[in-house]
């Protein structure tokens, strides 16, 4: 059995830290090797090539402190899209179902038709026949209806393909932290790969995110990365 990974009492700054050593350590660092060239006096000049450094990580160490602030704050103790598995089963019924009432509607006598969508006020008691403006509105509302059925239909569809919610197996602070990862590094000029390598960045980068979620320190994300990649790439096709 796999012993349990130890808990860490580091700050989001700590961890952000070592986020950035990640980047550094491959190739294009975020923190510059050397600074450009300022078309200023020498004093102002000086002043910039000491700082720039640390004025060009910044923005990133402050991006994934609010990453892992953010996380958090989505962890309310289950996953955010709920199980897969009973999604797709709701989407299928609420498909069907849909499918269901449009043939109703179809298919119903013409003169109910008229009564189901004419104004409240109307009485459907007498003989009254609906005024020429009423017929428009009962025209429109009957339209209104059918195209939010086939709208619904076809959002299901949709949902279906590439369905919400994780596995009921999986572990879904992982999945999360492997989804916060994944856009990070592509916000940050990187291209989330290699998951099953100890040495990828994606996998490295998603270990210190969950850590900073759950405090856990040294997890292996190798699976979460691996669903998360494959999930985002047949999403992105």
């Not at 006096?41 to 450094?53: D, I, Q, R, S």
């Not at 026949?129 to 509105?137: D, I, L, N, R, Y």
């Not at 790969?193 to 994606?202: I, M, Q, V, Y």
């Amino acid at each position: 059995m796999r012993a349990p990974d130890p808990i860490t009492t580091r700050t989001p700054e700590e961890i952000a830290k070592d986020v950035l050593d990640c980047f550094d350590a491959k190739k294009n660092p975020i923190t510059p090797t050397e600074a450009p060239d300022f078309s200023v006096p020498p004093e102002v000049a000086k002043a910039f090539h000491k700082h720039y450094p640390a004025d060009q990580t910044v923005g990133f160490l402050l991006d994934v402190q609010a990453t892992i602030r953010k996380m958090a704050a989505l962890d309310r103790g289950a996953p955010l899209w709920g199980n897969r598995e009973e999604n797709l089963k709701a989407l299928k019924a609420i498909k069907k179902q849909a499918e269901r009432l449009q043939t109703s509607l179809r298919d119903m006598p013409d003169t109910l038709r008229v009564l189901l969508f004419a104004p409240e006020h109307f009485n459907h008691l007498g003989t009254d026949v609906p005024s020429t403006k009423m017929q428009g509105q009962i025209t429109a509302r009957f339209l209104t209806t059918t195209k939010m059925l086939t709208w619904l239909r076809y959002r299901c569809s949709q949902l279906t393909g590439n369905a919400p919610g994780i596995h009921g197996n999986a572990d879904y602070r992982k999945e999360l932290a492997a989804n916060e990862a994944y856009d990070f590094l592509r916000c940050w000029g990187r291209r989330p790969a290699s998951p099953k390598s100890e040495t990828s960045l994606f996998r490295e980068v998603a270990a210190l995110f969950y850590e900073g979620l759950t405090g856990e320190q040294g997890s292996d994300l190798e699976r979460a990365c691996i669903a998360v990649l494959k999930r985002r790439t047949e999403k992105a096709d």
